[in-house]
T-cell receptor, first 115, second 112 residues
């Protein structure tokens, strides 16, 4: 089975702290994604990566950065956490074949609270 | 407005009944996917239907796709309490966004 793991299920940080969210997948997928999910707003794409050291901005990249040094690992970084970044963060991975996106496999999510 | 909009936003039915959820989208797509999310968890892929397919089945799930109307439906037959979850459609647009675009979901509650 495909497995996508996230470093923490719950995280509490203080305003201004630098926060790292880690995501690891074990299926050799090219593509990895970071979303945030908020009530009434659905899933919004923050960043995605289609290869090692490659990254693309999603819909809401402001206040975030990412790192993909190895194929299996995709990190989301909050440079200076703010209260409006309190949210559920979901990581996903997928294959990209013949110009189409296939199913995405999601991690369990990290519920981040910024105080 | 957002590509991939589910309808209704919430649905409550009795166990054993069928549940139907709809998804509308705006641009041409390669495929459309349905996902389930149990409360506080990640999303789980249910089924993918390609743009040249009209209907697909997987167990108690039946998905239809009407590209002329830019709409899809997900039918869950003989619902069970364990089907209680949020259901999302996601589209893979042919042009423009190189990403899946998710709707805001339908919250399904199965009452025992």
């Amino acid at each position: 089975d495909v497995k996508v793991t996230q470093s923490s299920r719950y995280l509490v940080k203080r305003t201004g702290e630098k926060v790292f969210l880690e995501c690891v997948q074990d299926m050799d997928h090219e593509n990895m994604f970071w979303y945030r999910q908020d009530p009434g707003l659905g899933l919004r794409l923050i960043y995605f990566s289609y290869d090692v050291k490659m990254k693309e901005k999603g819909d809401i990249p402001e206040g975030y950065s990412v790192s993909r040094e190895k194929k299996e690992r995709f990190s989301l970084i909050l440079e200076s956490a703010s209260t409006n970044q309190t949210s559920m963060y979901l990581c996903a991975s997928s294959l990209f074949a013949r110009g189409v996106y296939n199913e995405q496999f999601f991690g369990p999510g990290t519920r981040l609270t910024v105080l | 407005s957002q590509q991939g909009e589910e309808d209704p936003q919430a649905l409550s039915i009795q166990e054993g009944e069928n549940a139907t959820m709809n998804c509308s989208y705006k641009t041409s797509i390669n495929n459309l996917q349905w996902y389930r999310q149990n409360s506080g968890r990640g999303l789980v892929h249910l089924i993918l239907i390609r743009s040249n397919e009209r209907e697909k089945h997987s167990g108690r799930l039946r998905v239809t796709l009407d590209t002329s109307k830019k709409s899809s439906s997900l039918l869950i037959t003989a619902s069970r309490a364990a089907d209680t979850a949020s259901y999302f459609c996601a589209t893979d647009p042919i042009q423009g966004a190189q990403k899946l675009v998710f709707g805001q979901g339908t919250r399904l509650t199965i009452n025992p």
